[in-house]
């Protein structure tokens, strides 16, 4: 049985191809793969701002050093992760 990847939100928009450097005919790095990762990013960021309101987590949160790992951990994860529940906040603080 083969490793099967997890499917993200570009396999949505583009099928594998068996030709180098393409998605679904599409080159990677091309004007439409790029307006498709412009929309992915604004779903994202909207998403994300969102819940920072809704949560009232102040905007200069985004500047702190941390920041940035804490997104590319939840990234390398991929779909389905799950959130952390609020008994992980104290068992994983330091």
């Known amino acids: 049985m083969a490793n099967k990847k997890p499917k993200g939100p570009l396999d949505a928009m583009f099928k594998p191809s068996t030709t180098s450097g393409k998605k679904g ?10 307006q498709v990762q412009k929309k992915l990013r604004l779903e994202y960021v909207q998403k994300f701002c969102r819940w920072m309101y809704d949560a009232s987590v102040s905007f200069n949160a985004v500047k702190y050093d941390s920041f940035g790992p804490a997104l590319e951990a939840v990234a390398r994860h991929g779909p ?15």
Do not use: C, N
């Open 25 to 34: 005919g599409l080159l990677v790095g091309s004007k439409e793969h790029a």
């Open 80 to 94: 389905g992760i799950k959130p952390p529940t609020y008994h992980d906040f104290f068992s994983y603080s330091s």
